[in-house]
Protein backbone atom coordinates (compact mmCIF):
# COMPACT_ATOMS: atom_id res chain seq x y z
CA UNK A 1 0.00 0.00 0.00
CA UNK A 2 1.87 3.46 -0.92
CA UNK A 3 -0.10 6.86 -0.19
CA UNK A 4 -0.64 9.59 -2.77
CA UNK A 5 2.63 10.55 -4.14
CA UNK A 6 1.40 14.49 -3.53
CA UNK A 7 -0.36 14.36 -0.02
CA UNK A 8 1.82 16.18 2.30
CA UNK A 9 1.10 16.09 5.63
CA UNK A 10 1.90 18.69 8.35
CA UNK A 11 3.49 18.75 11.71
CA UNK A 12 0.52 19.61 13.61
CA UNK A 13 -1.82 16.75 11.91
CA UNK A 14 -3.11 18.82 8.78
CA UNK A 15 -3.31 16.94 5.90
CA UNK A 16 -4.49 18.42 2.50
CA UNK A 17 -5.23 16.48 -0.85
CA UNK A 18 -4.59 18.72 -3.86
CA UNK A 19 -6.23 16.03 -6.52
CA UNK A 20 -9.43 16.22 -4.39
CA UNK A 21 -9.26 19.29 -2.84
CA UNK A 22 -10.47 17.61 0.42
CA UNK A 23 -8.48 18.36 3.81
CA UNK A 24 -8.40 15.90 6.76
CA UNK A 25 -7.78 16.27 10.49
CA UNK A 26 -4.92 13.60 12.31
CA UNK A 27 -4.34 13.17 15.59
CA UNK A 28 -0.30 12.66 16.79
CA UNK A 29 0.09 9.08 16.82
CA UNK A 30 -2.17 9.25 13.00
CA UNK A 31 0.45 11.72 11.69
CA UNK A 32 3.20 9.84 13.08
CA UNK A 33 1.66 6.89 11.19
CA UNK A 34 1.05 8.41 7.85
CA UNK A 35 4.82 9.28 7.61
CA UNK A 36 5.93 6.46 8.49
CA UNK A 37 4.01 4.54 6.08
CA UNK A 38 4.47 7.37 3.31
CA UNK A 39 7.86 6.67 4.00
CA UNK A 40 6.96 2.89 2.95
CA UNK A 41 8.09 1.77 6.20
CA UNK A 42 7.50 -2.10 6.51
CA UNK A 43 4.31 -2.98 9.22
CA UNK A 44 7.16 -5.17 11.54
CA UNK A 45 9.12 -1.53 11.62
CA UNK A 46 6.36 0.81 12.46
CA UNK A 47 4.78 -1.76 15.03
CA UNK A 48 8.04 -1.37 16.84
CA UNK A 49 8.39 1.93 17.12
CA UNK A 50 5.21 2.37 18.20
CA UNK A 51 5.89 -0.08 21.15
CA UNK A 52 8.93 1.17 22.01
CA UNK A 53 7.30 4.74 22.41
CA UNK A 54 3.62 3.86 23.73
CA UNK A 55 2.12 2.36 26.38
CA UNK A 56 0.13 -0.10 24.31
CA UNK A 57 0.31 -4.10 22.74
CA UNK A 58 1.23 -5.45 19.49
CA UNK A 59 -2.28 -6.79 19.40
CA UNK A 60 -3.87 -3.49 20.02
CA UNK A 61 -1.45 -1.79 17.98
CA UNK A 62 -1.93 -3.91 14.90
CA UNK A 63 -5.78 -3.96 14.95
CA UNK A 64 -5.30 0.08 14.94
CA UNK A 65 -3.33 -0.26 12.16
CA UNK A 66 -5.37 -2.13 9.89
CA UNK A 67 -8.55 0.14 11.33
CA UNK A 68 -6.36 3.11 9.64
CA UNK A 69 -5.51 1.65 6.97
CA UNK A 70 -8.92 0.77 6.09
CA UNK A 71 -9.81 4.81 6.52
CA UNK A 72 -6.86 5.64 4.70
CA UNK A 73 -8.55 3.76 1.25
CA UNK A 74 -11.72 4.37 2.07
CA UNK A 75 -10.75 8.00 1.96
CA UNK A 76 -8.66 7.54 -1.37
CA UNK A 77 -5.61 8.52 -0.16
CA UNK A 78 -3.65 5.33 -1.21
CA UNK A 79 -2.80 4.48 -4.75
CA UNK A 80 -4.82 1.18 -4.26
CA UNK A 81 -7.73 3.03 -2.69
CA UNK A 82 -7.49 5.49 -5.79
CA UNK A 83 -7.66 3.38 -8.93
CA UNK B 1 17.12 2.97 33.15
CA UNK B 2 14.04 2.65 30.77
CA UNK B 3 12.20 5.41 29.17
CA UNK B 4 8.63 5.55 30.49
CA UNK B 5 6.10 5.09 27.66
CA UNK B 6 3.68 7.46 26.53
CA UNK B 7 0.11 7.37 27.12
CA UNK B 8 -1.10 5.73 23.75
CA UNK B 9 -4.39 6.92 21.52
CA UNK B 10 -5.23 5.61 19.16
CA UNK B 11 -4.10 6.80 15.58
CA UNK B 12 -6.77 8.58 13.72
CA UNK B 13 -7.64 10.34 10.76
CA UNK B 14 -11.03 12.24 9.80
CA UNK B 15 -12.20 14.34 7.15
CA UNK B 16 -12.67 18.04 7.86
CA UNK B 17 -16.07 18.52 6.72
CA UNK B 18 -18.17 22.19 6.15
CA UNK B 19 -21.38 20.61 7.35
CA UNK B 20 -23.72 22.43 10.32
CA UNK B 21 -22.09 21.97 13.76
CA UNK B 22 -23.12 18.60 15.19
CA UNK B 23 -26.17 18.58 17.35
CA UNK B 24 -25.48 19.39 20.76
CA UNK B 25 -25.59 16.59 23.37
CA UNK B 26 -23.33 15.13 20.56
CA UNK B 27 -20.30 16.74 22.18
CA UNK B 28 -19.11 14.53 25.17
CA UNK B 29 -17.09 17.75 27.05
CA UNK B 30 -13.72 18.32 26.85
CA UNK B 31 -12.41 16.75 30.12
CA UNK B 32 -12.47 13.14 31.18
CA UNK B 33 -14.54 12.05 34.47
CA UNK B 34 -12.60 10.49 37.06
CA UNK B 35 -14.60 10.59 40.07
CA UNK B 36 -17.81 10.72 40.98
CA UNK B 37 -18.05 12.42 44.52
CA UNK B 38 -14.51 11.99 45.14
CA UNK B 39 -14.63 8.39 44.49
CA UNK B 40 -12.34 7.03 41.44
CA UNK B 41 -14.32 5.51 39.19
CA UNK B 42 -12.03 2.80 37.80
CA UNK B 43 -12.06 1.88 41.30
CA UNK B 44 -14.81 1.45 41.81
CA UNK B 45 -15.02 -0.64 38.45
CA UNK B 46 -12.43 -2.69 40.04
CA UNK B 47 -14.32 -3.51 43.10
CA UNK B 48 -18.22 -3.75 41.80
CA UNK B 49 -17.35 -4.59 38.04
CA UNK B 50 -18.71 -3.07 34.77
CA UNK B 51 -21.48 -2.33 34.20
CA UNK B 52 -22.22 -0.34 37.19
CA UNK B 53 -24.84 1.85 38.35
CA UNK B 54 -23.69 4.42 40.54
CA UNK B 55 -25.69 6.67 42.50
CA UNK B 56 -24.80 10.02 44.51
CA UNK B 57 -26.73 10.42 47.44
CA UNK B 58 -25.16 13.74 47.82
CA UNK B 59 -26.93 14.97 44.70
CA UNK B 60 -30.25 13.46 45.50
CA UNK B 61 -30.36 15.53 48.63
CA UNK B 62 -29.04 18.80 46.98
CA UNK B 63 -31.45 17.98 44.50
CA UNK B 64 -34.46 17.89 46.50
CA UNK B 65 -33.62 20.05 48.68
CA UNK B 66 -33.36 22.95 45.97
CA UNK B 67 -36.90 21.50 44.25
CA UNK B 68 -38.36 22.19 48.02
CA UNK B 69 -37.10 25.44 48.43
CA UNK B 70 -38.66 26.41 44.88
CA UNK B 71 -41.92 25.47 46.40
CA UNK B 72 -41.30 26.93 49.92
CA UNK B 73 -40.52 30.32 49.12
CA UNK B 74 -43.42 30.71 46.85
CA UNK B 75 -46.10 28.86 48.58
CA UNK B 76 -47.11 27.95 52.27
CA UNK B 77 -47.72 24.35 52.64
CA UNK B 78 -45.94 21.83 50.52
CA UNK B 79 -45.39 18.23 50.30
CA UNK B 80 -43.30 15.91 48.24
CA UNK B 81 -44.05 12.71 47.34
CA UNK B 82 -40.98 9.60 46.23
CA UNK B 83 -42.75 8.37 42.73
CA UNK B 84 -41.36 4.94 43.79
CA UNK B 85 -41.85 3.93 39.82
CA UNK B 86 -39.18 6.24 38.70
CA UNK B 87 -36.64 4.42 41.53
CA UNK B 88 -37.49 2.24 43.65
CA UNK B 89 -34.32 1.00 45.05
CA UNK B 90 -34.97 0.81 49.01
CA UNK B 91 -31.86 2.89 49.17
CA UNK B 92 -33.12 5.61 47.21
CA UNK B 93 -36.78 5.97 48.67
CA UNK B 94 -35.53 6.47 52.12
CA UNK B 95 -33.02 8.46 51.05
CA UNK B 96 -36.05 10.78 50.00
CA UNK B 97 -38.19 9.81 52.78
CA UNK B 98 -35.33 11.54 55.13
CA UNK B 99 -35.77 14.33 53.25
CA UNK B 100 -39.27 14.05 54.43
CA UNK B 101 -41.03 13.17 50.85
CA UNK B 102 -44.06 10.66 51.39
CA UNK B 103 -44.31 7.72 49.38
CA UNK B 104 -46.43 7.56 45.89
CA UNK B 105 -46.85 4.05 44.52
CA UNK B 106 -49.24 2.43 41.94
CA UNK B 107 -49.33 -1.19 42.29
CA UNK B 108 -49.78 -3.76 45.18
CA UNK B 109 -45.96 -4.07 44.71
CA UNK B 110 -44.84 -0.87 45.35
CA UNK B 111 -47.50 -0.32 47.82
CA UNK B 112 -45.81 -2.94 50.01
CA UNK B 113 -42.68 -2.01 49.45
CA UNK B 114 -43.19 1.55 50.92
CA UNK B 115 -44.77 -0.14 53.72
CA UNK B 116 -41.82 -2.26 54.03
CA UNK B 117 -39.60 0.91 53.75
CA UNK B 118 -41.77 1.88 57.29
CA UNK B 119 -43.42 4.49 55.69
CA UNK B 120 -46.70 4.75 57.67
CA UNK B 121 -49.92 3.90 55.55
CA UNK B 122 -51.11 7.41 56.27
CA UNK B 123 -48.14 8.69 53.82
CA UNK B 124 -49.08 6.49 50.69
CA UNK B 125 -50.52 7.98 47.86
CA UNK B 126 -51.87 5.33 46.03
CA UNK B 127 -52.55 6.21 42.39
CA UNK B 128 -53.16 4.03 39.18
CA UNK B 129 -55.58 2.12 36.97
CA UNK B 130 -55.01 -1.44 38.84
CA UNK B 131 -55.61 -1.42 42.62
CA UNK B 132 -57.36 -4.78 43.62
CA UNK B 133 -59.91 -5.77 46.10
CA UNK B 134 -56.99 -6.97 48.40
CA UNK B 135 -54.83 -3.60 47.72
CA UNK B 136 -57.74 -1.61 48.23
CA UNK B 137 -58.31 -3.35 51.44
CA UNK B 138 -55.28 -2.96 53.15
CA UNK B 139 -54.97 0.68 51.63
CA UNK B 140 -58.59 1.43 53.20
CA UNK B 141 -57.49 -0.07 56.62
CA UNK B 142 -54.06 1.66 56.47
CA UNK B 143 -55.86 4.84 55.91
CA UNK B 144 -53.71 5.94 53.16
CA UNK B 145 -54.62 8.20 50.32
CA UNK B 146 -56.73 6.46 47.10
CA UNK B 147 -57.06 8.86 43.84
CA UNK B 148 -59.35 6.80 42.49
CA UNK B 149 -58.92 6.53 38.68
CA UNK B 150 -61.75 5.26 37.49
CA UNK B 151 -65.81 4.00 38.67
CA UNK B 152 -64.97 0.38 38.74
CA UNK B 153 -62.63 1.15 41.62
CA UNK B 154 -64.76 3.59 43.26
CA UNK B 155 -67.61 1.29 43.73
CA UNK B 156 -65.32 -1.25 45.14
CA UNK B 157 -64.18 1.30 47.61
CA UNK B 158 -67.77 2.18 48.60
CA UNK B 159 -68.31 -1.90 48.68
CA UNK B 160 -65.15 -1.82 51.51
CA UNK B 161 -66.57 1.29 53.49
CA UNK B 162 -69.81 -0.79 53.33
CA UNK B 163 -68.56 -4.18 54.32
CA UNK B 164 -65.66 -2.82 57.31
CA UNK B 165 -67.72 0.56 58.67
CA UNK B 166 -63.84 2.23 57.93
CA UNK B 167 -63.82 5.77 56.05
CA UNK B 168 -61.87 5.53 52.77
CA UNK B 169 -59.78 8.46 52.72
CA UNK B 170 -59.57 9.60 48.82
CA UNK B 171 -58.54 12.21 46.07
CA UNK B 172 -60.12 11.81 42.40
CA UNK B 173 -57.58 12.05 39.34
CA UNK B 174 -58.45 14.09 37.30
CA UNK B 175 -57.92 14.75 33.50
CA UNK B 176 -57.90 17.98 31.85
CA UNK B 177 -57.03 20.08 28.62
CA UNK B 178 -53.68 22.07 29.04
CA UNK B 179 -52.86 22.50 25.83
CA UNK B 180 -50.59 19.98 25.60
CA UNK B 181 -50.50 17.60 23.35
CA UNK B 182 -51.60 14.74 23.45
CA UNK B 183 -53.85 14.91 26.14
CA UNK B 184 -53.08 12.51 29.06
CA UNK B 185 -57.09 11.44 29.35
CA UNK B 186 -56.69 7.58 29.87
CA UNK B 187 -56.31 8.54 33.44
CA UNK B 188 -58.93 9.62 36.15
CA UNK B 189 -61.89 11.68 34.84
CA UNK B 190 -62.40 14.62 32.44
CA UNK B 191 -62.51 17.53 33.68
CA UNK B 192 -64.24 19.58 30.91
CA UNK B 193 -67.08 16.72 29.99
CA UNK B 194 -68.55 16.78 33.36
CA UNK B 195 -66.68 13.08 34.44
CA UNK B 196 -65.48 14.61 37.33
CA UNK B 197 -67.98 16.46 38.53
CA UNK B 198 -70.45 13.14 38.09
CA UNK B 199 -67.73 10.90 40.84
CA UNK B 200 -67.43 13.81 43.39
CA UNK B 201 -71.26 14.04 43.53
CA UNK B 202 -71.61 10.69 44.51
CA UNK B 203 -68.73 11.01 46.93
CA UNK B 204 -70.14 13.90 48.57
CA UNK B 205 -73.66 12.37 48.29
CA UNK B 206 -73.23 9.01 49.83
CA UNK B 207 -71.24 10.46 52.87
CA UNK B 208 -68.69 6.79 52.96
CA UNK B 209 -65.54 8.46 52.17
CA UNK B 210 -63.67 11.15 52.93
CA UNK B 211 -62.82 13.22 49.87
CA UNK B 212 -59.06 14.50 50.55
CA UNK B 213 -57.87 15.72 47.54
CA UNK B 214 -57.73 16.51 43.66
CA UNK B 215 -55.26 15.14 41.76
CA UNK B 216 -54.16 15.93 38.34
CA UNK B 217 -50.98 14.35 36.30
CA UNK B 218 -50.83 16.11 32.98
CA UNK B 219 -48.01 14.21 31.34
CA UNK B 220 -43.97 13.44 31.82
CA UNK B 221 -41.13 15.19 30.55
CA UNK B 222 -43.05 18.58 30.33
CA UNK B 223 -41.12 21.08 28.75
CA UNK B 224 -42.92 23.98 29.21
CA UNK B 225 -44.23 25.47 33.04
CA UNK B 226 -48.11 27.18 31.68
CA UNK B 227 -49.59 23.83 31.44
CA UNK B 228 -49.23 23.41 35.00
CA UNK B 229 -50.68 26.39 35.24
CA UNK B 230 -54.02 25.98 33.39
CA UNK B 231 -53.90 22.65 35.64
CA UNK B 232 -53.91 24.09 39.08
CA UNK B 233 -56.12 26.85 37.82
CA UNK B 234 -58.71 23.99 36.82
CA UNK B 235 -58.25 21.81 39.98
CA UNK B 236 -58.41 25.14 41.94
CA UNK B 237 -61.76 26.00 40.60
CA UNK B 238 -63.02 22.11 41.07
CA UNK B 239 -61.74 23.11 45.10
CA UNK B 240 -63.73 26.29 45.25
CA UNK B 241 -66.63 25.04 43.35
CA UNK B 242 -67.17 21.82 45.72
CA UNK B 243 -66.69 24.21 48.85
CA UNK B 244 -69.90 26.39 47.13
CA UNK B 245 -71.47 23.44 46.94
CA UNK B 246 -70.83 20.82 49.61
CA UNK B 247 -69.73 23.70 52.20
CA UNK B 248 -66.49 21.14 52.26
CA UNK B 249 -63.05 21.99 52.05
CA UNK B 250 -60.60 19.41 50.44
CA UNK B 251 -56.91 19.35 52.05
CA UNK B 252 -55.10 19.23 49.18
CA UNK B 253 -54.29 20.12 45.44
CA UNK B 254 -51.89 17.28 44.07
CA UNK B 255 -50.28 18.50 40.61
CA UNK B 256 -48.52 14.83 39.74
CA UNK B 257 -45.07 14.52 38.43
CA UNK B 258 -43.72 15.62 34.89
CA UNK B 259 -40.88 17.96 35.29
CA UNK B 260 -38.51 18.07 32.82
CA UNK B 261 -35.12 16.29 33.95
CA UNK B 262 -31.88 17.88 32.23
CA UNK B 263 -31.25 14.93 29.47
CA UNK B 264 -31.62 15.85 25.98
CA UNK B 265 -34.73 13.99 24.20
CA UNK B 266 -33.65 12.67 20.90
CA UNK B 267 -34.10 15.00 18.10
CA UNK B 268 -33.70 18.29 20.26
CA UNK B 269 -31.01 20.45 18.76
CA UNK B 270 -30.34 22.06 21.57
CA UNK B 271 -29.49 20.98 25.26
CA UNK B 272 -32.28 20.68 27.94
CA UNK B 273 -30.11 22.60 30.33
CA UNK B 274 -30.95 25.59 27.93
CA UNK B 275 -34.50 25.00 26.88
CA UNK B 276 -36.40 23.31 29.63
CA UNK B 277 -38.00 25.21 32.39
CA UNK B 278 -35.94 25.14 36.09
CA UNK B 279 -37.95 24.02 38.80
CA UNK B 280 -38.57 28.01 39.98
CA UNK B 281 -40.59 28.30 36.81
CA UNK B 282 -42.50 25.01 37.45
CA UNK B 283 -43.06 26.46 41.05
CA UNK B 284 -43.66 29.91 40.32
CA UNK B 285 -46.30 28.99 37.13
CA UNK B 286 -48.26 26.29 39.89
CA UNK B 287 -47.78 28.54 43.03
CA UNK B 288 -48.84 31.61 41.32
CA UNK B 289 -52.38 29.66 39.78
CA UNK B 290 -53.20 28.20 43.38
CA UNK B 291 -52.43 31.70 45.01
CA UNK B 292 -54.44 33.79 42.45
CA UNK B 293 -57.08 31.32 42.60
CA UNK B 294 -60.40 32.08 44.21
CA UNK B 295 -59.61 29.41 47.00
CA UNK B 296 -60.45 30.92 50.85
CA UNK B 297 -56.85 32.04 51.53
CA UNK B 298 -57.72 30.67 54.98
CA UNK B 299 -58.18 27.07 53.33
CA UNK B 300 -55.26 26.99 51.65
CA UNK B 301 -54.90 23.39 50.36
CA UNK B 302 -51.67 21.19 50.72
CA UNK B 303 -49.67 21.57 47.62
CA UNK B 304 -48.71 17.82 47.22
CA UNK B 305 -46.11 17.15 44.01
CA UNK B 306 -45.57 13.47 43.25
CA UNK B 307 -41.68 14.55 41.34
CA UNK B 308 -39.44 11.54 39.67
CA UNK B 309 -37.87 11.99 36.81
CA UNK B 310 -36.29 15.78 37.48
CA UNK B 311 -35.55 14.61 41.30
CA UNK B 312 -33.28 11.75 40.30
CA UNK B 313 -31.89 11.76 36.64
CA UNK B 314 -28.62 13.82 37.71
CA UNK B 315 -28.40 11.62 40.42
CA UNK B 316 -27.58 8.46 38.80
CA UNK B 317 -24.48 6.98 36.76
CA UNK B 318 -24.23 4.07 34.46
CA UNK B 319 -20.04 3.18 34.52
CA UNK B 320 -19.18 1.03 31.39
CA UNK B 321 -16.45 -0.46 29.28
CA UNK B 322 -15.46 -0.48 25.45
CA UNK B 323 -15.92 -4.26 24.30
CA UNK B 324 -14.61 -2.98 20.33
CA UNK B 325 -14.17 -0.34 17.70
CA UNK B 326 -15.31 -1.92 14.28
CA UNK B 327 -16.13 0.20 11.20
CA UNK B 328 -19.12 -0.62 9.36
CA UNK B 329 -19.61 -1.43 5.73
CA UNK B 330 -18.86 2.52 5.01
CA UNK B 331 -16.37 3.11 7.05
CA UNK B 332 -18.53 4.74 9.88
CA UNK B 333 -16.78 4.13 13.47
CA UNK B 334 -18.71 1.85 15.76
CA UNK B 335 -18.28 1.43 19.39
CA UNK B 336 -19.48 -1.19 20.95
CA UNK B 337 -19.69 -1.06 25.15
CA UNK B 338 -21.16 -3.44 27.63
CA UNK B 339 -23.89 -1.29 28.35
CA UNK B 340 -27.02 -2.45 26.65
CA UNK B 341 -30.39 -1.43 26.05
CA UNK B 342 -31.87 -3.48 28.31
CA UNK B 343 -30.26 -1.60 31.37
CA UNK B 344 -30.90 1.50 29.75
CA UNK B 345 -34.28 1.93 28.61
CA UNK B 346 -34.07 5.58 28.64
CA UNK B 347 -31.71 5.54 25.59
CA UNK B 348 -34.72 5.04 23.67
CA UNK B 349 -35.78 8.84 24.43
CA UNK B 350 -32.44 10.56 25.31
CA UNK B 351 -29.61 11.13 23.54
CA UNK B 352 -27.46 10.40 26.87
CA UNK B 353 -24.53 12.13 27.46
CA UNK B 354 -21.60 9.88 27.78
CA UNK B 355 -17.96 10.98 29.07
CA UNK B 356 -14.73 8.69 28.93
CA UNK B 357 -13.49 8.19 32.09
CA UNK B 358 -9.78 8.15 30.92
CA UNK B 359 -7.28 11.45 29.82
CA UNK B 360 -7.79 12.01 25.84
CA UNK B 361 -6.33 14.69 23.29
CA UNK B 362 -8.75 17.07 21.61
CA UNK B 363 -9.26 15.26 18.58
CA UNK B 364 -12.60 13.14 18.28
CA UNK B 365 -14.37 10.63 15.96
CA UNK B 366 -18.24 10.70 15.15
CA UNK B 367 -19.12 7.19 16.56
CA UNK B 368 -22.12 5.03 16.89
CA UNK B 369 -22.38 3.24 20.11
CA UNK B 370 -23.77 -0.05 20.17
CA UNK B 371 -24.61 -2.53 23.74
CA UNK B 372 -23.33 -5.75 24.37
CA UNK B 373 -26.95 -7.74 23.22
CA UNK B 374 -27.05 -9.71 19.46
CA UNK B 375 -29.54 -7.82 18.58
CA UNK B 376 -30.21 -4.88 15.76
CA UNK B 377 -32.26 -2.76 18.54
CA UNK B 378 -28.96 -2.62 20.48
CA UNK B 379 -28.27 1.02 20.16
CA UNK B 380 -26.94 3.45 22.53
CA UNK B 381 -25.98 6.69 20.70
CA UNK B 382 -26.74 6.55 16.79
CA UNK B 383 -24.01 9.40 16.35
CA UNK B 384 -22.08 10.98 19.10
CA UNK B 385 -18.28 12.56 19.26
CA UNK B 386 -16.22 10.78 21.00
CA UNK B 387 -12.44 10.88 21.26
CA UNK B 388 -10.83 7.61 19.95
CA UNK B 389 -11.54 4.67 22.69
CA UNK B 390 -9.25 1.92 23.55
CA UNK B 391 -10.59 -1.71 24.11
CA UNK B 392 -11.25 -1.77 27.57
CA UNK B 393 -11.56 2.04 28.26
CA UNK B 394 -14.03 3.20 30.35
CA UNK B 395 -17.02 5.45 29.88
CA UNK B 396 -19.93 7.21 31.92
CA UNK B 397 -23.46 7.71 30.94
CA UNK B 398 -24.70 10.52 32.15
CA UNK B 399 -28.06 10.94 34.06
CA UNK B 400 -29.94 8.02 33.93
CA UNK B 401 -31.22 8.02 37.59
CA UNK B 402 -35.12 7.82 36.47
CA UNK B 403 -37.12 4.78 35.34
CA UNK B 404 -33.64 2.62 33.92
CA UNK B 405 -33.12 0.95 37.60
CA UNK B 406 -37.27 -0.05 37.42
CA UNK B 407 -37.50 -0.78 33.94
CA UNK B 408 -34.75 -2.84 32.93
CA UNK B 409 -35.40 -5.88 31.78
CA UNK B 410 -33.29 -9.04 32.30
CA UNK B 411 -32.59 -10.22 28.64
CA UNK B 412 -29.43 -11.89 27.33
CA UNK B 413 -26.91 -10.92 30.20
CA UNK B 414 -27.86 -10.22 34.39
CA UNK B 415 -28.57 -6.63 35.53
CA UNK B 416 -25.83 -5.32 36.88
CA UNK B 417 -25.03 -4.24 40.67
CA UNK B 418 -26.01 -0.39 42.10
CA UNK B 419 -23.91 1.12 44.31
CA UNK B 420 -24.12 4.40 46.36
CA UNK B 421 -21.95 6.76 47.56
CA UNK B 422 -22.88 8.33 50.55
CA UNK B 423 -22.31 11.85 51.98
CA UNK B 424 -19.30 10.80 53.47
CA UNK B 425 -17.84 9.32 50.43
CA UNK B 426 -17.81 5.69 51.46
CA UNK B 427 -19.90 3.35 48.39
CA UNK B 428 -22.20 0.84 49.64
CA UNK B 429 -24.25 -2.16 47.34
CA UNK B 430 -27.32 -0.88 47.05
CA UNK B 431 -28.41 -4.17 44.85
CA UNK B 432 -25.91 -6.76 44.49
CA UNK B 433 -25.25 -8.22 40.54
CA UNK B 434 -27.99 -10.56 39.84
CA UNK B 435 -26.52 -14.17 39.65
CA UNK B 436 -27.78 -17.12 37.41
CA UNK B 437 -29.84 -18.22 40.29
CA UNK B 438 -32.06 -14.94 40.41
CA UNK B 439 -33.62 -16.35 37.11
CA UNK B 440 -33.47 -20.22 37.28
CA UNK B 441 -34.58 -20.42 40.80
CA UNK B 442 -38.27 -19.32 39.24
CA UNK B 443 -38.16 -21.67 36.41
CA UNK B 444 -39.55 -25.22 36.80
CA UNK B 445 -38.62 -28.13 34.26
CA UNK B 446 -41.18 -31.04 34.05
CA UNK B 447 -39.80 -34.47 35.01
CA UNK B 448 -39.95 -35.88 31.55
CA UNK B 449 -37.85 -32.59 30.52
CA UNK B 450 -35.05 -33.29 32.64
CA UNK B 451 -32.55 -35.83 30.44
CA UNK B 452 -31.86 -36.26 27.41
CA UNK B 453 -28.89 -37.39 25.04
CA UNK B 454 -27.14 -35.62 22.61
C1 LIG C 1 -49.24 9.51 38.80
C2 LIG C 1 -47.81 9.81 38.56
N1 LIG C 1 -47.16 10.62 39.43
C3 LIG C 1 -45.85 10.91 39.25
C4 LIG C 1 -45.12 10.41 38.19
C5 LIG C 1 -43.68 10.81 38.03
O1 LIG C 1 -43.50 11.50 36.85
P1 LIG C 1 -42.14 12.21 36.44
O2 LIG C 1 -41.05 11.20 36.55
O3 LIG C 1 -42.36 12.64 35.03
O4 LIG C 1 -41.94 13.38 37.36
C6 LIG C 1 -45.77 9.58 37.27
C7 LIG C 1 -45.04 9.05 36.10
O5 LIG C 1 -45.50 8.88 35.01
C8 LIG C 1 -47.15 9.28 37.45
O6 LIG C 1 -47.81 8.49 36.59
Redesign the pocket.
Known amino acids: MEINKNIAVSDNGFLFNPATGESYNLNETGTELLKLIKENTPFEEISKIFLNKYETTAISFEKDFQDFVEILEQYKLTEKGNR | MTMNKLNYERPIINKIENTMPNKIGGRSGFKPITEIDGVRIKGMISNFGSPLFVISEATIRKTYQSAYRAFTTRYPKVQFAW?Y??NYLNAVCNTFHQEGSWA?V?SGFEYEKAINNGVDGRHIIF??PDKTKADLQKAIANQSLI?IDHLDEYYMILNIAEETNLRPQVAI?VNMDTGIYPMWDR?GFNYENGQAWDVLNKIMMNKKMDLIGL?A?I????MEAEPYKIAASKLSELAVSINKKYNHYIKYIDL????A?NNTLKGAYLPAEDTNPTIDDYAEAISSALLNSNIDPDHLPLLIL??????IDDAGSLLGTVITNKRDSKGARNTVLDIGVNILFTSFWYNHKITPVQSFSHHIEDTKIYGPLCMNIDVIRESISLPPLNTGDNVIIHRVG??NMTQWMQFITLRPAVVMISEKGDVNIIRESEKIEAITDYEKVPSHLKDFDL
Open positions: SKTEVNGHRFHHGTYMGGGFSETGRALAY
